[in-house]
């Protein structure tokens, strides 16, 4: 028989789990009496199976079904935010994209510069807004005088 710890060791986890017939068995046992290396591993194996047998296993909680499928619903559908991430890493992933993104970003550049005139500077817009508004002022004195007939004088020459 050749060594079944290098050659065959589905033979050995076999004979530690009592499948093998009784032919096989007692030619595995003859040449576990003179190999070392089986004896260790069928020890190993049986080390292994009354530690199976010893386990129990803990109960499972009531709403144990109901919670795994939830999961796994969520899982198949991931978030928008998540698929967008996804998105963006694959189409990031094609070597010719950043390329792109600059080509885009400096036609966009050329396209937002103003154009034509430049505008009129902006204290200028503000002294016509205070010209006017003098002028404003100055219309309702005026109309303040008339009302309150010109004759009277100093009341109103002190507004
Ligand atoms: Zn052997």
Redesign the pocket.
């Known amino acids: 028989m050749r ?3 290098t050659d065959n060791q589905e033979l050995l986890v076999a004979y530690g789990a009592g499948r093998l017939g009784s032919r096989e068995t007692a030619k595995l046992e003859a ?1 576990l009496a003179e ?1 070392e ?2 004896r260790v591993a069928c020890a190993a194996q049986a080390t292994v199976w009354k530690a199976l047998d010893g386990w129990e296993a803990e109960p499972l909680a009531s709403d144990f079904d109901a919670r795994l499928l939830a999961r796994i619903a969520s899982e198949e559908q991931p978030g928008w935010r998540r698929r967008w991430r996804e998105w963006l890493r694959a189409v990031a992933a094609r070597p010719a994209v950043p390329a792109f993104a600059a080509l885009f970003m400096v036609v966009a550049g050329f396209w937002l510069l103003p154009r034509g005139a430049p505008p009129e500077p902006r204290a200028d817009a503000a002294l016509v807004r205070e010209i006017e508004i003098i002028e404003a002022t100055l219309d309702d004195l005026e109309m303040v005088k008339e009302l309150s007939g010109g004759d009277r004088g100093e009341g109103a020459r002190s507004l």
Do not use: K
């Open positions: 060594c079944p710890e040449h190999c290396a089986c």
